[in-house]
């Protein structure tokens, strides 16, 4: 199966930076990640996309994050990275992180167990 593995959240003021980061690891014959990304959930509310990058370097951001994050990613890692900046108190929130990849078993989606970002102002 895939294992992701996220790094980097924490408690930071408003204005501030972090730096996420989430590595996938596989197991079988087949191991291939296509999409890595990151989701978010805040409490009380829905499950929602940050931003999604395809396995040639293109990105698909949320409106709402777009010019403050930035996603990257080390195929070669299997690593994604989520670059935060000019960070608000709405950004506050569980960031997951993404994959959909191949194995010898299935073609699917996997989630880490999230990183708690605080954004205090």
């Known amino acids: 199966q895939v294992r992701l593995v996220e790094s980097g959240g924490g408690l930071v003021q408003a204005g501030g930076s972090l730096r996420l980061s989430c590595a996938a690891s596989?197991?079988?014959?087949?191991?291939?990640?296509?999409?890595m990304g990151w989701y978010r959930q805040a409490p009380g509310k829905q499950r929602e996309l940050v931003g999604i990058?395809?396995?040639?370097?293109?990105?698909n951001y949320a409106d709402s994050v777009k010019g403050r994050f930035t996603i990257s990613r080390d195929n070669a890692k299997n690593t994604v990275y989520l670059q935060m900046n000019s960070l608000k108190s709405e950004d506050t929130a569980v960031y997951l992180c993404?994959?959909?990849?191949?194995?010898?078993?299935?073609?699917?989606?996997?989630w880490g167990q999230g990183t708690q970002v605080t954004v205090s102002s």
């Open positions: 993404y994959c959909f990849a191949h194995t010898s078993y299935a073609l699917k989606d996997y």
């Open positions: 596989g197991s079988g014959s087949i191991f291939r990640v296509n999409d």
């Open positions: 990058i395809d396995s040639g370097g293109r990105v």
